[in-house]
């Protein structure tokens, strides 16, 4: 099971970048998904997360400008990011929930994407 990350960018102060970030592999379900953030020399933060049923939680920095959603059939989910400002400058990570299973045994665990880097200038 992989998460592929896309679509961060160069961006400036007040404008939008789309976050893309597809799970693949042998998957039997996959629960929440979500993206955190983390700036140089700080934590990694949580930015929004969507559950199964698509209900939204959002940080309150972000829950006014970005948007979280998911694609189901493609186990895939979007981070819509605007009026952006130089502090959301940070390397963002997916993350999701994933069930896989094979004969006799079921898992859940928590997997990582690669990280895109999203950059606003000022």
């Known amino acids: 099971v992989q998460l592929q990350a896309s679509g961060g960018g160069l961006v400036q102060a007040g404008g939008s970048l789309r976050l893309s970030c597809a799970a693949s592999g042998n998957i039997f379900r996959v629960n929440g998904m979500g993206w955190f953030r983390q700036a140089p020399g700080k934590q990694r933060d949580l930015v929004a997360h969507i559950s199964s049923a698509g209900s939204p939680d959002y940080s309150d920095s972000t829950k006014d400008r970005f948007t979280i959603s998911r694609d189901s059939a493609k186990n895939t989910v979007y981070l819509q990011m605007n009026n952006l400002k130089p502090e959301d400058t940070a390397v963002y990570y997916c993350?999701?929930?994933?069930?896989?299973?094979?004969?006799?045994?079921?898992?859940?665990?928590?997997?990582w994407g690669q990280g895109t880097l999203v950059t606003v200038s000022s």
């Open positions: 993350h999701a929930e994933i069930v896989t299973r094979k004969p006799g045994v079921t898992s859940t665990r928590n997997y």
